[in-house]
T-cell receptor, first 115, second 111 residues
Framework: EAQVTQNPRYLITVTGKKLTVTCSQN?????MSWYRQDPGLGLRQIYY???????DKGDVPEGYKVSRKEKRNFPLILESPSPNQTSLYFC??????????????FGPGTRLTVL | QQPVQSPQAVILREGEDAVINCSSS?????VHWYRQKHGEAPVFLMI?????EQKGHEKISASFNEKKQQSSLYLTASQLSYSGTYFC????????????FGSGTRLQVQP
């Protein structure tokens, strides 16, 4: 079954305590992304990766890091979380860029609260 | 810059039609459409590419007017299952491939 998995699904942490949210896909997709979703603001792209070792900033990259050492994994790192990073985070992978079969699959989401 | 969606919310009766619009101030390469139900992840509906096109997916279809940088999502003969929030996402530059979403249109279909 085609899947994008994220862990943890829920996380409560404190300001400044480094954390990593993992993301994995089993579809051999080259393109992966991280988004955050906040009420009234829709989805905003944090970072994306077009392939292993290739990453680029989205609209809201400040305070986040990513790495893409393997095709299937794309972890999101918050080195010093702050309360304004409290949000719902989605990882996604995409296949067939800019073709008629282009499709993006989202993970189930990670709800992060930073106190 | 975030694309602008309209309307922000719409309430329909089953069987009625709806149109959701998405417009951008930038020249676009592609427009995506997604539906998200409460408490769930967004689900991809379709992508429309530069060159201007229309696409259909069951009773849901969309068009992309490249000259106006506008896309419209058409929901015909709506069903209860169509309820949710619809987002458009735009890509302005094929090389960079960053995706920017609108703030969403909340659709509620009532019996």
């Amino acid at each position: 079954e085609a899947q994008v998995t994220q862990n943890p699904r829920y996380l409560i942490t404190v300001t400044g305590k480094k954390l990593t949210v993992t993301c994995s896909q089993n579809m051999n997709h080259e393109y992966m992304s991280w988004y955050r979703q906040d009420p009234g603001l829709g989805l905003r792209q944090i970072y994306y990766s077009m392939n292993v070792e290739v990453t680029d900033k989205g609209d809201v990259p400040e305070g986040y890091k990513v790495s893409r050492k393997e095709k299937r994994n794309f972890p999101l790192i918050l080195e010093s979380p702050s309360p304004n990073q409290t949000s719902l985070y989605f990882c996604a992978s995409r296949v067939g860029l800019f073709t008629s079969t282009d499709t993006q699959y989202f993970g189930p989401g990670t709800r992060l609260t930073v106190l | 810059q975030q694309p602008v969606q309209s309307p922000q919310a719409v309430i329909l009766r089953e069987g009625e039609d709806a149109v959701i619009n998405c417009s951008s101030s930038k020249a676009l390469y592609s427009v995506h459409w997604y539906r998200q139900k409460h408490g769930e992840a967004p689900v991809f509906l379709m992508i429309l590419l530069k060159g201007g096109e229309q696409k259909g997916h069951e009773k849901i279809s969309a068009s992309f007017n490249e000259k106006k940088q506008q896309s419209s999502l058409y929901l015909t003969a709506s069903q209860l299952s169509y309820s949710g929030t619809y987002f458009c996402g735009t890509e302005a530059n094929m090389g960079r491939r960053a995706l920017t979403f609108g703030s969403g249109t909340r659709l509620q279909v009532q019996p």
